[in-house]
């Protein structure tokens, strides 16, 4: 579906790919980030477009000159990675409460962490220049070497699926964990004080931003590098993790090459080209999608997930949407649905059912089908998944 621009007074335009009316809190949202002055040529919303802070989830900003951290937000770096396997369904018959349960013991979830740092995080190159970090965070090496290799909580996760042709792919759902969350906090609080400093006029505080050049931006761009590597180095960690188990069950415990390996971030910021000029591009839930680049747009449990190859449509800044969205609030999903409709809605799949997950419900996101189909301009499909086991955060 090409997209629609948004009907809006401001000074640039919202391109939208998404096929409903967005609601009026969203469309506020929306005309906020569209006039603040450094937005280059024009704002675009994916399919999975909702509520966010600041800006809208599924919206990708490009600035020029100029970064605004709570754009970004607070789980720097959060993103997916998948793998696909030599292995076929057949193979795990009998096995997934097993592997479920190898799983949660060798994966720390929600506020767990490991008891130590193994030798492939303490080896981790980055990890030299910590004391370079915000001072806010200083205290955290600690925690956040324990940290490397945990999924967090909420919606992240982790899965074993089946594509069409009944091979089995590996995928997970985590971000930059509290370090990265910390990070964020401290640079949006300064981001917050330089505004007020200056007597801003802002539509919305937490479009407090960082004008390049300055200490400040310098600083934070440092941080988001970092905070979107150990994201993206947590992911591989736990994948690590994760194969290991599934080559013990599936494979007598003899290490596979993966046929296809997918590692990518969907809320962070990058330096691009575009329309031939440099400017700072920000993907607030939202996934890169330029020629060649593979992509994850995972659907709710007990739903259906994406690889895509990008298209490299440059009116979307080379993106396409992370995932399903939601309809509904989580307190409102705890409300609308029952222990009952859980168990319904992930029947076949191999996870919790319990009254703390039914925030992640199936019924509380948007029909992923619906979504993927209206970004064939962005995106096309090369797999489509189906999960048999789930482990949440």
Same mark, same amino acid.
């Given at each position: ?69 709570? /754009?970004?937000? *607070? ?5 997916? +990675? #998948?793998?696909?396997?030599?292995? !076929?369904? &057949? %193979? ?115 479009? /407090?931003?960082? *004008? ?5 931006? +310098? #600083?934070?761009?440092?941080?988001? !590098?970092? &905070? %979107? ?134 019924? &509380? ?29």
């Amino acid at each position: 579906m090409p997209y629609q621009p948004l009907k809006i007074s401001t000074e640039k335009p919202v391109l939208s790919w998404a096929d409903h009316d967005l609601a009026s809190a969203e469309m506020q949202m929306a005309k906020n980030v569209a006039s603040l002055p450094f937005v280059y040529k024009h704002v675009a919303l994916m399919p999975d477009v909702h509520l966010g802070k600041g800006a809208l989830v599924g919206s990708v900003i490009a600035t020029e000159d100029a970064v605004i951290p709570a /754009a970004v937000g *607070v789980d720097i770096g959060c993103g997916m +990675a #998948a793998i696909k396997t030599p292995y !076929q369904a &057949a %193979q795990l018959e009998g096995k997934l409460k097993q592997i479920r349960s190898e799983i949660e013991a060798t994966i720390p979830v929600v506020f767990e962490q490991n008891k130590e740092a193994d030798k492939m995080v303490t080896n981790w190159q980055n990890w030299r220049n910590f004391k370079d970090l915000h001072k806010g965070v200083q205290k955290l090496e600690g925690k956040a070497l324990k940290q490397m290799g945990s999924l967090g909580g909420g919606n992240h996760f982790i899965e074993v699926c089946l594509d069409t042709e009944n091979q089995i792919w590996l995928m997970l759902h985590s971000g930059s964990r509290h370090i990265g969350n910390k990070l964020a906090q401290c640079h949006i609080g300064t981001a917050k004080k330089l505004a007020k400093l200056a007597n801003l006029s802002l539509p919305d505080p937490d479009l /407090a931003y960082f *004008v390049a050049g300055t200490d400040e931006f +310098a #600083a934070y761009w440092r941080d988001l !590098q970092w &905070a %979107q590597n150990y994201a993206r180095f947590n992911r591989d960690v736990m994948m690590k993790r994760f194969k290991q188990i599934i080559d013990k069950h599936l494979g007598g415990g003899k290490p596979t090459k993966p046929l296809l390996s997918v590692n990518c971030h969907h809320n962070y910021a990058e330096k691009e080209l575009h329309f031939g000029k440099e400017v700072y591009v920000t993907r607030k839930g939202a996934v890169r999608a330029r020629e060649e680049d593979y992509g994850i747009i995972p659907g709710s449990m007990g739903t259906k997930s994406y690889i895509v190859k990008g298209k490299g449509n440059h009116d979307s800044y080379c993106s396409c949407s992370h995932g399903a969205g939601r309809l509904m609030s989580r307190t409102k999903a705890k409300k609308a649905y029952t222990l009952d409709d859980l168990i319904e809605q992930t029947e076949g799949v191999e996870c919790r059912k319990d009254r703390g997950v039914l925030d992640e419900i199936p019924g &509380a996101y948007k029909p992923i089908e619906k979504v993927i189909n209206q970004q064939s301009d962005l995106v096309e499909v090369v797999a489509t998944l189906k999960q048999v086991l789930c482990v949440k955060g």
